[in-house]
């Protein structure tokens, strides 16, 4: 399958096209189509209030004051803002016991205010995360985390009410990007309950034949290099060769690792687990690290909260 781009800059999908020698892959940026997406959800929430009286609310809760943590939850509460979704921000202290957590959940499950709850993780600790996670009411689980709704994704004819952020995005991207899904063979590499477990999901629905790929597998490369897709999320800093990618195939790089780079001001850069380079000179199509999937995450949180507002609001 090889991505190409005409002159009114449609994606075409091409099949059994050789590859030239000076091909380059085409690159699908993650923060336009976030932006479009975002675009779209602000026209939605500004027809929401119009007609209701009413916004999402989205409950953002952090426990202590890990800076990375911070960085996300001030990126997401922004994107609320710009998007016209009223954010209520929880801030708890580092040493907040698990009862008090889970009381300040149950609190925002009951509150008609608020259409999704989203706790900042890693927690501390002393706090079993899976078991805050778990009282998180199911029609406010914008993180799609919650077993109910990563059940009723696995099962055939199920529907959860919300899908996992980060998968979610990973199959707009292709869908936004003209890649066909359906009857193509897939391979994801990593099995993690984040993304690599609930993306292998998404693409049974949508008709992909799956393979998943982990730590255990023997011979990853000759698996990964049958895929028409290849979605990797398995950790690991630029794994995943240009000798291992099919020619044409259409790769999604959620992987974000820091690696040591001497020419940077901050002593690092940040690349994905698919050597982009060498992959570019083979792949159809290919998300770059970061500025690929990324932004598309904080996008899906944002459509989430909207799709649970609106299932509300509209039979007040």
Known sequence: MICAINQVGEILVITDMALPVDHKANI?????IAQTIRSEIASEVSNLVEKYGKAPGLAVVIVGNRKDSQSYVNM???????????SIDIDLPEEVPQAELIAKVHELNADPNVHGILVQLPLP??????????????????????????????????????????????????????ITIKGKRAVVV?????????????????????????????????????????????????????????????????????????????????VGDVDFVEACKVAGCITPV?????????AMLLKNTLDGAKRVIATL
Request: hydrophobic content about 40%; some cysteine.
């Open 125 to 178: 600790k002393h706090i079993n995360e899976e078991k805050v996670l778990t009282e998180i009411s199911i029609e406010k689980d914008v993180d799609g985390f919650h077993p109910l709704n990563i059940g009723k994704l696995a099962m055939k004819g199920r529907d959860p009410l919300f899908l996992p952020c980060t998968p979610k995005g990973c199959i707009e991207l292709l869908k936004r990007s003209g």
């Open 76 to 86: 997401k509460r922004k994107a609320c803002a710009e998007v016209g979704i009223k």
């Open 190 to 270: 990593g099995r993690s309950n984040i993304v690599g477990l609930p993306v292998s999901l998404l693409l049974l629905k949508e008709d992909a034949t799956v393979t998943v790929v982990h730590s255990r597998t023997a011979d990853p490369e000759n698996i990964i290099c049958e895929a028409d897709i290849v979605i990797a999320a398995a950790g690991q800093a630029m794994m995943i060769k240009g000798s291992w990618i099919k020619p044409g195939a259409a790769v999604i790089d959620v992987g974000t690792n820091a690696v040591d780079d001497c020419s940077r001001k901050s002593g690092y850069r940040l």
């Open 290 to 298: 970061p500025g690929g999937v990324g932004p598309m995450t904080v």
């Open 28 to 32: 699908i940026d993650g923060k336009v």
